[in-house]
């Protein structure tokens, strides 16, 4: 998400913790419930569809590359081997199809490398016992076959992944659309039956429908230097609770991490990406089922600066 994004991403959660602290006095007006419940469902979408546009997707590529580096290795073997073999055997035609130059391998398309491992693997398979007495084993030659599937399967893995992205993307719009339907033809309207009943609970729902602009409204609960190729509980509550909305905004130079944790020194289980300059929030129940601990995980070799808001 972008920053108008997130901030507003960061009004819908706000929404959503006026609702968890108010139950009571909202179940007053009972036809408001199930658009809070809405509300609730459609931040869940955002947080996964969000999650996903933010994928590294450079390791495919890295993945894939050493996968074709392993599949050149093995068949160029038994290529060599099959050759050899042919030669010895006084088979021209089986020397033909199995003799490849070295730089063969390296310059065939993904394709063509798949479809050329096929046919030396369909030729050495028979002759696999035989193949010992030439460099390549019956293990490397009937290993082969699963060489070629894994890397067939990895080569569409980088565009899939890509694509998958781009889509999570258009969905963080799509969800941010939806959720301003629900606020605004929905909640907002029926809010105005507090107004004269119940101003200060009225007052209280404005105050969480206003889109605060990378954390400025508020003073911070606190700035944390964390130190570089390290991580640091950069804020602690007396108890867990689920309602807690937490607000970081990263003044660093690089990316950081932050996660909800029970144990100081650790990292919780869903760290959060938060990129130079980014301000994001999270309730700590979109963070964690237990933890007091804020920790803020600097994978850089840098120190960052963070700004904390802790409601």
């Known amino acids: 998400m972008n920053k108008e994004q997130e901030s507003r991403f960061g009004m819908a959660l706000k929404v959503k913790n006026f609702h968890s602290k108010n139950q009571t006095a909202l179940a007053v007006i009972p036809a408001v419930v199930p658009y809070f419940t809405e509300l609730k469902t459609k931040i869940t979408a955002l947080i996964l569809a969000d999650t996903g546009s933010r994928l590294d997707v450079s390791g495919y590529a890295v993945g894939k590359s050493m996968q074709r580096q392993s599949l050149e290795q093995q068949v160029q073997n038994v290529a060599n081997a099959v050759a050899s073999y042919s030669v010895v055997n006084k088979d021209p035609i089986l020397q033909k199809k199995a003799d490849f130059p070295k730089s063969a391998w390296y310059n065939f398309t993904e394709e063509e490398l798949v479809t050329q491992a096929t046919i030396v693997k369909n030729l050495a398979l028979p002759l696999a016992t035989a193949l010992t007495a030439y460099g390549a084993t019956?293990?490397?030659?009937?290993?082969?076959?699963?060489?070629?599937?894994?890397?067939?399967?990895?080569?569409?893995?980088?565009?899939?992944?890509?694509?998958?992205?781009?889509?999570?993307?258009?969905?963080?719009?799509?969800?941010?659309?939806?959720?301003?339907?629900?606020?605004?033809?929905?909640?907002?309207?029926?809010?105005?039956?507090?107004?004269?009943?119940?101003?200060?609970?009225?007052?209280?729902?404005?105050?969480?429908?206003?889109?605060?602009?990378?954390?400025?409204?508020?003073?911070?609960?606190?700035?944390?230097?964390?130190?570089?190729?390290?991580?640091?509980?950069?804020?602690?509550?007396?108890?867990?609770?689920?309602?807690?909305?937490?607000?970081?905004?990263?003044?660093?130079?690089?990316?950081?991490?932050?996660?909800?944790?029970?144990?100081?020194?650790?990292?919780?289980?869903?760290?959060?990406?938060?990129?130079?300059?980014?301000?994001?929030?999270?309730?700590?129940?979109?963070?964690?089922?237990?933890?007091?601990?804020?920790?803020?995980?600097?994978?850089?070799?840098?120190?960052?600066?963070?700004?904390?808001?802790?409601?």
């Open 138 to 311: 019956a293990v490397q030659v009937n290993s082969l076959a699963a060489l070629i599937d894994t890397f067939a399967d990895v080569i569409s893995s980088p565009s899939l992944a890509i694509d998958q992205k781009k889509d999570d993307n258009e969905r963080v719009v799509i969800i941010l659309d939806e959720i301003k339907t629900v606020l605004t033809d929905k909640l907002d309207v029926l809010m105005r039956s507090f107004e004269v009943n119940n101003p200060s609970l009225y007052s209280l729902y404005l105050s969480a429908r206003a889109i605060d602009v990378n954390g400025s409204i508020m003073k911070p609960t606190v700035v944390s230097e964390v130190p570089p190729a390290s991580l640091k509980a950069v804020h602690t509550v007396g108890a867990y609770s689920p309602d807690t909305f937490y607000t970081l905004q990263n003044l660093g130079t690089q990316a950081v991490f932050f996660s909800l944790s029970s144990l100081e020194g650790t990292a919780g289980t869903e760290e959060v990406l938060l990129n130079e300059g980014e301000t994001r929030s999270r309730l700590a129940e979109n963070l964690a089922s237990s933890g007091t601990f804020l920790i803020v995980r600097n994978p850089g070799a840098t120190a960052s600066n963070v700004k904390i808001w802790v409601e």
